[in-house]
T-cell receptor
Framework: GAVVSQHPSRVICKSGTSVKIECRSL??????MFWYRQFPKKSLMLMAT?????????EQGVEKDKFLINHASLTLSTLTVTSAHPEDSSFYIC?????????????FGPGTRLTVL | RKEVEQDPGPFNVPEGATVAFNCTYS??????FFWYRQDCRKEPKLLMS???SGNEDGRFTAQLNRASQYISLLIRDSKLSDSATYLC????????FGSGTKLNVKP
């Protein structure tokens, strides 16, 4: 299967700081990347969909000014959590797909565990 | 009503047992279906896509019933390593995830 990496795998930061998470597709060009958040024992919740070279599409209830997404190339998307607060502590997972249409398969990165103190 | 619903379990089964999970979805126009497996504190990993004709991969069999709007996953000859949470995923313009069914395979 396709390989997606994420960096960092774990980050602890102080309240009010910003954290950048990188998502890379290593062996394919990802036309679309997705950012999810997962709280303990809960299902994945889609935050936004990102297409290379265009603005991300955010899900309802997700603040686009707080969660900045940049998809500058076909292999890299970044999520920046700005002015992080303890309630932003979560498991953030990206995924990538390369096909268009409704039958895309998504391949997930290993996730980033964010803890905001 | 949630887009995708799964029994959270846990399903506790002995090694060698056969176990089946179902998942229902609400949007009849959903186009594609998947089962992912997620280990504790790890990312989801694609287990198999689910096709209308049903498909099998080793000990795993997935089926789709469009009329009743559910998909199923059957695991035969369970192994200890099958212990995980199994996520049902339905694609209609975007991926909708079930909350997962937890499987514990015991010696």
């Amino acid at each position: 299967g396709a390989v997606v990496s994420q960096h960092p795998s774990r980050v602890i930061c102080k309240s009010g700081t910003s954290v950048k998470i990188e998502c890379r597709s290593l062996d394919f060009q990802a036309t679309t990347m997705f950012w999810y958040r997962q709280f303990p024992k809960k299902s994945l919740m889609l935050m936004a969909t990102s297409n290379e070279g265009s603005k991300a599409t955010y899900e309802q209830g997700v603040e686009k000014d707080k969660f900045l997404i940049n998809h500058a190339s076909l292999t890299l998307s970044t999520l920046t959590v700005t002015s992080a607060h303890p309630e932003d502590s979560s498991f953030y997972i990206c995924s990538a797909s390369w096909a268009s249409g409704l039958t895309d398969t998504q391949y997930f990165g290993p996730g980033t565990r964010l803890t905001v103190l | 009503r949630k887009e995708v619903e799964q029994d959270p379990g846990p399903f506790n089964v002995p090694e060698g047992a056969t176990v089946a999970f179902n998942c229902t979805y609400s949007n009849s126009a959903s186009q594609s279906f998947f089962w992912y497996r997620q280990d504790c504190r790890k990312e989801p990993k694609l287990l198999m896509s689910v096709y209308s004709s049903g498909n099998e991969d080793g000990r795993f069999t997935a089926q789709l019933n469009r009329a009743s709007q559910y998909i199923s996953l059957l695991i035969r000859d369970s192994k200890l390593s099958d212990s995980a949470t199994y996520l049902c995923v339905v694609n209609f313009n975007k991926f909708y995830f079930g909350s997962g069914t937890k499987l514990n395979v015991k010696p």
